[in-house]
T-cell receptor
Framework: DTGVSQDPRHKITKRGQNVTFRCDPI?????LYWYRQTLGQGPEFLTY????????KSRLLSDRFSAERPKGSFSTLEIQRTEQGDSAMYLC?????????????FGPGTRLLVL | AQRVTQPEKLLSVFKGAPVELKCNYS??????LFWYVQYSRQRLQLLLR??SRESIKGFTADLNKGETSFHLKKPFAQEEDSAMYYC????????????FGQGTTLQVKP
């Protein structure tokens, strides 16, 4: 297993367009997290799934953002009607709970630039 | 409010010098504290957590509940320690979500 993967690695879009990012967690990891990181800041929590259930969403996650994890494996994060303020690095992390201490393993991120 | 503060954006030391990366937190309850590291062109990875009370790559961190701090220390810095370091906390409510500080860049000069 090569770890958490994210696709695409980079995305440039025009304001108002929709974008979708994909995250493939480490196999058998039952939790999947999305974070957003802007320049000079640490990652900020957006939402997380346990299996296919979305259990928590941050207030940062406006109505334009939606995340899914339909079969409890990969997840998608969609941003509708993108704004320049959405430009950031979007990080995905996965973990396995129930086998001791939880450790989140991060993907390489998707860097979004909204023009 | 839940918050993690890393007061230094950049810490520059010479090889062999002691290192202390500061982290203060605000949390109403008993959080779990972590240090994550990101080396150049690599992904974010866990360095250590307070519960384990272990030394990783020569780094240690002690949770001081009275001062609400979790400073990261290493007695003798190495050039390969140069990286971005993030302090993070997780509440004990079993959500697992991490709250990160702004990060500190550690630069170890030869």
């Amino acid at each position: 297993d090569t770890g958490v993967s994210q696709d695409p690695r980079h995305k440039i879009t025009k304001r108002g367009q929709n974008v979708t990012f994909r995250c493939d967690p480490i196999s058998e990891h039952n939790r999947l997290y999305w974070y957003r990181q802007t320049l000079g800041q640490g990652p900020e929590f957006l939402t997380y799934f346990q299996n296919e259930a979305q259990l928590e969403k941050s207030r940062l996650l406006s109505d334009r953002f939606s995340a899914e994890r339909p079969k409890g494996s990969f997840s998608t994060l969609e941003i509708q009607r993108t704004e320049q303020g959405d430009s950031a690095m979007y990080l995905c992390a996965s973990s396995k709970i129930g086998t001791g201490q939880e450790t989140q393993y991060f993907g390489p991120g998707t860097r979004l630039l909204v023009l | 409010a839940q918050r993690v503060t890393q007061p230094e954006k950049l810490l520059s030391v010479f090889k062999g010098a002691p290192v202390e990366l500061k982290c203060n937190y605000s949390y109403s309850g008993s959080p779990e504290l972590f240090w994550y590291v990101q080396y150049s062109r690599q992904r974010l990875q866990l360095l250590l957590r307070h519960i384990s009370r272990e030394s990783i790559k020569g780094f240690t961190a002690d949770l001081n509940k009275g001062e609400t701090s979790f400073h990261l220390k290493k007695p003798f810095a190495q050039e390969e320690d140069s990286a971005m370091y993030y302090c993070a906390l997780s509440g004990r409510s079993n959500t697992g979500k991490l709250i990160f500080g702004q990060g500190t860049t550690l630069q170890v000069k030869p």
